[in-house]
């Protein structure tokens, strides 16, 4: 179906190998491109999830990094409360609490402190080489 498609909007395209590519949960086959000084688009999309990995991978060690911690606990402890009062003060103050209640609060303090590292942890990166002004 794909392959029917390239070829009625490029029948150069249709004759080229197609080449199974993984984005998200959808699958899907795209035309062979030679990009980024003679890379595949396969060795593009796979310098990307390297460059994703690597981002995980530095936000998930800011999570305990001492310079973000103090901040996103403060900010866990003040959002996370305003929420536990607004979400679950009447059943806490009924008497009302279950199990799923608490866990629902742990998540409430959890959300703003990982919310909190992450905005710090994305403003510490360095961005790309500034550009040149005229």
């Known amino acids: 179906m794909v392959a029917t498609a390239i070829a009625h909007l490029n029948p150069e395209a249709a004759g080229q190998s197609l080449h199974r590519t993984v984005v998200g949960n959808l699958r899907h086959f795209v035309p062979k491109l030679t990009v980024l000084g003679g890379k595949s688009l396969a060795t593009v999309e796979l310098l990307g999830?390297?460059?994703h990995k690597a981002m995980v991978k530095g936000y998930l060690a800011s999570l305990i990094n001492p310079r973000f911690v103090p901040t996103?606990?403060?900010t866990a402890?003040?959002?996370g409360t305003l929420l536990f009062?607004?979400?679950?003060?009447?059943a806490l103050w009924h008497r009302e609490m279950t199990r799923d209640r608490w866990?629902?609060?742990l998540l409430t303090y959890l959300m703003p402190y990982l919310v909190n590292v992450h905005g710090q942890?994305?403003?510490s990166k360095p961005r790309?080489?500034?550009k040149a002004q005229p």
């Open 72 to 74: 996103g606990l403060k």
């Open 77 to 79: 402890i003040f959002v």
């Open 128 to 130: 790309g080489v500034p």
């Open 49 to 51: 999830l390297q460059r």
């Open 85 to 90: 009062a607004i979400n679950h003060g009447s």
């Open 121 to 123: 942890y994305s403003s």
């Open 103 to 105: 866990l629902a609060v």
